[in-house]
DNA sequence: AATTAATCGAGACGGTACGTCGGGTCTTTAC
DNA sequence: GTAAAGACCCGACGTACCGTCTCGATTAATT
């Protein structure tokens, strides 16, 4: 048998990735973000700031936007995932909940939203957000998982996403008050009476 | 009598404002941000396309964001003001619809998507926006409109507006396909039957 | 005989020149030059130091160099102006401690020194400067009334003007260190001895 | 014996700077210099012509002046370099001849005119021609060593150059015609009598 | 062990937009 | 018709970042 070659990406010859490097960045665009927003953050900056050549940035990411999502990618799948053996109403309710404080207090939820703004303004970034986007998914996972339940009257994909996280997401976005608690509570009312779904004996009400 | 000098503010001195310079930038601006998007559309380009020097623009506005705002704010309000004399039902299904071809036809809507996605990347932008949201703003008067009416169930104002504009403004920022006349018309039921509004005899459905 | 219009400069119609206007804008030049230097100095700021319009200075000088030739011509003419009875050598004497001061301490020589500068960059202040030049007229005047001495070998025109003024005026333009006392003293004996001219006597030496 | 790592400058990291750009903006600086005169050369034209980034200009000369003493510089010392093996009189007969060529019809004499000018103007021109003044260091240069002829009676070094240099470039610098042959030969005889060096057999008289 | 090849850091390269400043002109009202 | 005021169009200023391109120096896997 041939064994040669099993792996096309195990033996690259030449001085391997760095993965200190990789790292710094990721950290750096993260922690620019934060200090000077999406407009002010540059690759030059990133580099300067993680320690690393400018080339070495650009050999691995294209723009700020794609450090900006992998590194957040996985915190907002991790935020928001499904969580396992809960009623429908529950699943509901603590998936509004935890929207709620992504958007507010997550610094994954910060990266997502200036991501959400970068790809009205940037077409690279649309593509690549539309492409793969974790809270589209998550809401996506969730709504499949509710429909399974009997009795439910949930609209279709499309709608049904959009209803449950467009409502805070918009507010996020524009509203001139930060997103209440109570605002989240309405909102899982709302969503879950047009559903049909059943809120009765949850705590957090 | 002597009533003269009823207005201090009248006679300004100097030579005033150039008007066809306004307007020239105005429509450059908007003409830039259709031809390049609104990451490529620069002060420097619409001064020149203007046919208007640099410092009338930045003496005037003090961003591209700016004169965008100016450009569309009118556009905004108008092709999304409440048509007045109609039933709850009618008036409510009337905005959705116009709200469905403002997000995916109008040029209006297309600078104030590129707006709302640069008020999360620059902090000037969002202040803008937030003193003075065109789009929320018309929502807020249908709802006080509606809630007017007997027998309607309409949560509070900053959820109303939300739930109304939400689901079609995510979906048009975020969607992979664009809006459809099918969400849109879904939306209303949605709407309609969360606030306790009776649709019956409405033709566009 | 008709006596109107006897001066055509006499009866000028509409408002008349404003004399504070022109005193202030040559004032104004005057200080700017001091504080700021011949670079930074503009059109712009003799207009505001004046508090002149713009346009008013436009009117009657074509540029700031015409405005400092206005503003110094008369004082380098008086600074350097013939003394009459006085002998050969006290005439020589005395012009070249007057041009020392002049070149070294006098306001009007330091603009007369840009000016000559300036020259070289600008084509226009050339021009200016060489139909009119302040400093080769004194010089020229001196020379002739030691011309007409006996005794004196004095060169032609051209150079005995060059050789008068062009190794302090160099020395002012180039010199690491200022034009000092000696300098000039020992000049003036270099210039007497090739010009055949007797400085016994003279208590400046 | 290792004498590896002799210099511990030489190997500079990052990209070298590249010397085709350098040349390219001297020579760029050098014909516009010409076609434009000072006034209208500017650093952006500079740059364009040399097809050269304006950072890259900016990184290496902080003004239009030091561009075109680097520029200039070289060629100066060259054109009036000390003559070996001369006798007094004819090293300074060759100089003021070459003077005259200098001053009249090379192009670093007209490049060394206009920072002559520009120093009196902007301080910072100033700074670095006092610092380093060519035609100042070839005069020295000259009048060192007719110093060590015998017999001559040169005034102190200050002056000397100054009575060598100051009458052509005064003419140069503002007489309205421009720098005669007669005008240089009488300055070589008034010279040569006032320092006692002999001009007897020199055919370029 | 020597060679090869892709990485790393650094930093200069040609571009282009930034926001400001001064140039010189034009258009107001006031005198 | 001049004056002050100030907006007009124009273009250079010096800076920042873009994305690319050398450099010398590492760091494996392959000879």
Same mark, same amino acid.
């Given at each position: 048998?041939? =064994?040669? =070659? @099993?792996?096309?990406?195990? *033996? %690259?010859?030449?001085? /391997? $990735? ?6 710094? @960045? ?7 973000? @934060? ?12 580099? !300067? =700031? ?6 070495? @940035?650009? $050999? ?5 936007? !794609? ?11 991790? !935020?928001? %995932?499904? !969580? ?9 309710? #603590? ?10 207090? #997550? ?10 703004? %970068? #790809? +009205? ?6 593509? +690549?957000?539309? *492409? ?5 998914? &998550? ?8 429909? &399974?339940?009997? $009795? ?15 409502? /805070? ?6 509203? *001139?008050?930060?997103? &209440? ?12 009476? &047009? ?11």
């Amino acid at each position: 048998m041939d =064994r040669a =070659r @099993v792996d096309p990406l195990a *033996s %690259a010859r030449g001085r /391997p $990735r760095s993965e200190p490097a990789r790292e710094a @960045v990721l950290h750096a665009a993260d922690d620019l973000l @934060v200090e000077l927003g999406y407009e002010a953050l540059t690759m030059k900056g990133i580099a !300067e =700031r993680a320690g690393v050549g400018r080339q070495t @940035v650009y $050999r691995w990411w294209a723009s700020k936007a !794609e450090i900006l999502f992998e590194a957040c990618a996985l915190d907002v799948a991790r !935020e928001l %995932a499904l !969580e396992p053996d809960k009623t429908a109403g529950a699943a509901l309710a #603590s998936y509004i909940e935890r929207l709620h404080v992504f958007l507010t207090d #997550s610094d994954a939820g910060a990266t997502y939203l200036a991501l959400l703004g %970068a #790809s +009205q303004v940037d077409r690279a970034v649309a593509d +690549q957000l539309r *492409s793969a986007d974790p809270l589209r998914a &998550s809401a996506h996972t969730l709504v499949d998982a509710l429909r &399974s339940e009997a $009795r439910s009257t949930i609209p279709a994909d499309g709608l049904a996403v959009a209803e449950l996280v467009g409502a /805070p997401v918009f507010q996020a976005l524009s509203a *001139s008050d930060p997103l &209440s608690r109570r605002f989240a509570n309405e909102h899982l009312l709302a969503v879950a009476a &047009s559903w049909g779904i059943s809120t009765n004996g949850l705590d957090w009400l």
